[in-house]
């Protein structure tokens, strides 16, 4: 079955740019979404189809998607940006929807 | 305003069945484009999906909880329920439903989500 490979912990000072990477077999032939979960929070789309930014989410946040890594990079970090980011596929062989194991964001 | 809640009891015990409700509002179950996932995250665990539904019905379930889950709907009452059986300890966790895309298969609104404990 696909597995998404993501690293459990990224830190970076504030003001610096986070890169979050989801990797998973040729996975750039797949749409990734990336969600932020805070603690007590539900999880909340940031971009889907590789790089196309949800509805309310600053133009800090970017993604992109190619060979077998998808990047969610977060410029000019916030403290408010420390949480879970997940990324996510549907594999259309299976109709399944997957989830990265999610990495932890925190700002130093 | 798009929205959707869940709703189901706070503690099942071990080999009882959980049913969860998702309600919405804001959008039809009928629209072809859109549908419900469910998905949990068991604590210290990363999210887990677990199944979806769309408009016409098409279904689709995690293969290691395939055996354990239904899902369905009931578009009059904009509800969509999960039921799981023989539930255990391992899914104690915090229950979401999502409005899927059939485009990309995304899901854009999230529920608040419910917290379900396992134990006797």
Known sequence: ?108 | QVTLKESGPLLVKPTESLTLTCTVSGFSLNNPRLGVSWIRQSPGKALEWLAHIFSDDDKSYSTSLKTRLTISKDTSRSQVVLTMADVDPVDTGTYYCARITMFYYYMDVWGKGTTVTVSS
């Not at chain 1, 830190?11 to 996975?27: K, L, M, W």
């Not at chain 1, 603690?39 to 946040?61: E, K, T, W």
């Not at chain 1, 993604?63 to 977060?74: E, H, M, P, Y």
Request: hydrophobic share 30%; with cysteine.
């Open chain 1, 1 to 108: 079955s696909y597995v998404l490979t993501q690293p459990p912990s990224v830190s970076v000072a504030p003001g610096q740019t986070a890169r979050i990477t989801c990797g998973g077999n040729n996975i750039g032939s797949e749409s990734v979404s990336w969600y932020q979960k805070k603690p007590g929070q539900a999880p909340m789309l940031v971009v889907y189809d590789d790089s196309d930014r949800a509805s309310g989410i600053p133009g800090r946040f970017s993604g992109s998607n190619s060979g077998n890594t998808a990047t969610l990079t977060i410029s000019r970090v916030e403290a408010g940006d420390e949480g879970d980011y997940s990324c996510q596929v549907w594999d259309s062989s299976s109709d399944h929807v997957l989830f990265g194991g999610g990495t932890k964001l925190t700002v130093l």
